[in-house]
């Protein structure tokens, strides 16, 4: 009888820790991290790395020959010209911000589907340096 009480109580301990570890897995949100890395030849290398998650953004500049990296963050709105078949693209600033080798920056609010432009040494110009 006693054996009966001790396997209920276990399998009750299990579901609440399964529970609880659940609960703790869901607050993680889904992200996107990009590395960019460039050699300038024998002046050495750029690295960047930027995570992307919900309009909350983690900015690094891990390495730059310049000594800084210089971030352009915008919203662009290419559209297709239907009379000569060119395309063509507005950019909006949305934030810019230089950062020294081994500083990060974290932004909140950003919006959905901006673009960042990285530039070390000269500010990137928007939208063309996505080319």
């Known amino acids: 009888?006693?054996?009966q009480s001790e396997g209920r109580f276990m399998r009750f301990v299990i579901m609440c820790v399964s529970v609880v570890l659940t609960l703790l897995g869901c607050n993680e949100r889904p992200s996107i991290t990009v590395v960019t890395m460039s050699s300038t030849g024998e002046a050495g290398a750029n690295a960047i790395r930027a995570t992307l998650s919900d309009g909350l953004a983690k900015f690094q500049c891990?390495?730059?020959v310049s000594?800084?990296?210089t971030y352009v963050l915008f919203m662009s709105n290419c559209a297709r010209d239907s009379g000569a078949?060119?395309?063509g693209c507005i950019a909006k600033p949305v934030?810019?911000?230089t950062l020294k080798t081994g500083a990060s920056k974290q932004i909140s609010g950003l919006p959905q589907g901006f673009k960042f432009c990285v530039g070390h040494g000269a500010r990137p110009v928007i939208p063309g340096c996505l080319k």
């Open 1 to 3: 009888m006693c054996m």
């Open 67 to 69: 000594g800084d990296c």
């Open 62 to 64: 891990i390495k730059s």
């Open 85 to 87: 078949g060119k395309t």
């Open 95 to 97: 934030s810019e911000f």
